[in-house]
């Protein structure tokens, strides 16, 4: 065999394991495709789109099947870990979206689990005023309860009598809890605290009410927004059951034309100068007369 012919059939054999290498590669990777596109995974979706700073429901999730190679990193696969502690969203998630860890606000406990900042509505401002027991409605506060906030202080300019007076209707509780407090004597007193949602106007009237007087609120029925008419309290008003009169309507006053009479108009009469009478005497020889006459009869 020449040197020629053994180079040719090399070359041969060379390309034909290449080509059942190639092969086999080709089936290789379809299989394990196929295996890989078979292979799902149960992931919990949106039902809905839940838009956000949502605090999700049973209703608003559901679970469906999902590729496994598409799965992202902090997916949830039971809708209990969602809806149990009330999860809520910090990004709109769209129906049909598998819902993550970082479209939540992080679980309590966890890192960054201060999702207070979370709750407040845009525009609006997260207010902690200390009460005791008693002004916090005996521990029935929770979260997404209304109140009205009372407040009680002397008033300005009158010695030894104070007001009680509503200041603040139908505001949103958004948490309730307790802080410690150091005493003068330097032991520590519980204080319970509640979280109030508010306007930054309304932050300010708060705010300095409870620099001026004592808090008390009052728990509102879910379902009752209506603004109450109430126009404060004074010890007198509650000793005497009387409370301020209400100022009675002014009429307007009614026109009244008046009609000015003049007084008659008196004839005028002519003043007539008194009339200048001329004595004349004349003397005719020895016979003298007197004769008198007026301008008038003087022009004849």
């Given at each position: 065999m020449t040197r020629q012919k053994t180079v040719m059939i090399v070359t041969a054999l060379a390309i034909v394991f290449a080509v059942v290498a190639a092969g086999l590669v080709y089936n290789y990777l379809r299989k394990e495709d196929q295996s890989k596109a078979g292979k799902v995974q149960n992931l919990v979706v949106a039902a809905m789109e839940i838009p956000i700073g949502t605090k999700i429901t049973e209703t608003m999730v559901k679970t469906a099947p999902w590729p496994s190679e598409s799965v992202q990193p902090g997916s949830v696969t039971d809708p209990k870990a969602l809806t149990g502690p009330g999860r809520i969203t910090i990004k709109t998630i769209a129906a049909g979206e598998p819902i993550t860890e970082q479209k939540l606000v992080p679980a309590a406990g966890s890192a960054g689990a201060g999702f207070m900042t979370y709750r407040v509505p845009p525009g609006h401002r997260a207010v902690t005023v200390a009460v005791n027991e008693v002004a916090g409605v005996a521990g029935f506060l929770s979260p997404d309860n209304k109140v009205d906030v009372v407040l009680t202080t002397p008033i300005p300019g009158k010695q030894n009598e104070s007001i009680s007076k509503i200041v603040l209707q139908n505001v949103p509780v958004l948490a309730t809890?307790?802080?410690?407090?150091?005493?003068?004597?330097?032991?520590?007193?519980?204080?319970?605290?509640?979280?109030?949602?508010?306007?930054?106007?309304?932050?300010?009237?708060?705010?300095?009410?409870?620099?001026?007087?004592?808090?008390?609120?009052?728990l509102r029925n879910f379902s009752d927004a209506t603004p109450a008419a109430a126009r404060g309290a004074t010890i007198g008003k509650v000793l005497t059951g009387i409370s301020s009169p209400e100022k009675p309507a002014v009429a307007a006053p009614s026109t009244v034309r008046i009609i000015r009479l003049a007084p008659p108009r008196k004839a005028k009469v002519k003043a007539t100068a008194p009339s200048t009478v001329y004595t004349v005497d004349v003397i005719r020889g020895k016979e003298r007369s007197t004769k008198q006459f007026t301008p008038a009869e003087s022009g004849r």
């Open positions: 809890g307790q802080i410690a407090q150091e005493q003068k004597d330097g032991k520590p007193i519980v204080v319970p605290t509640v979280t109030l949602d508010l306007t930054p106007e309304d932050s300010e009237k708060l705010v300095l009410a409870a620099s001026k007087g004592s808090l008390q609120l009052l």
